[in-house]
């Protein structure tokens, strides 16, 4: 398996773990928890999901510029 669809693989479950955190955020919210981990819980996929989403989108640009 190629690096790139590694990195794919990751960010497929990095989206999900990221949904997950948004919406225990929001039944928080709901409930009126003043639990400040759990606005900070969509942060720990984010941050990742950043750098592979930035990845994939420029791999198309950076292999056409060494072809």
Do not use: C, K
């Not at 990221?18 to 709901?30: D, E, R, S, W």
């Amino acid at each position: 398996m190629s690096t790139q669809m590694w990195i794919r693989q990751i960010h497929r479950w990095l989206s999900i773990a990221f949904t997950l955190a948004v919406i225990a955020n929001i039944v928080a919210m709901i409930m009126q928890l003043q639990a400040v981990w759990i606005g900070f819980l969509a942060l720990v996929p984010l941050i990742p999901l950043l750098a592979t989403g930035l990845y994939l989108f420029a791999q198309p640009y950076l292999s056409r510029s060494n072809a």
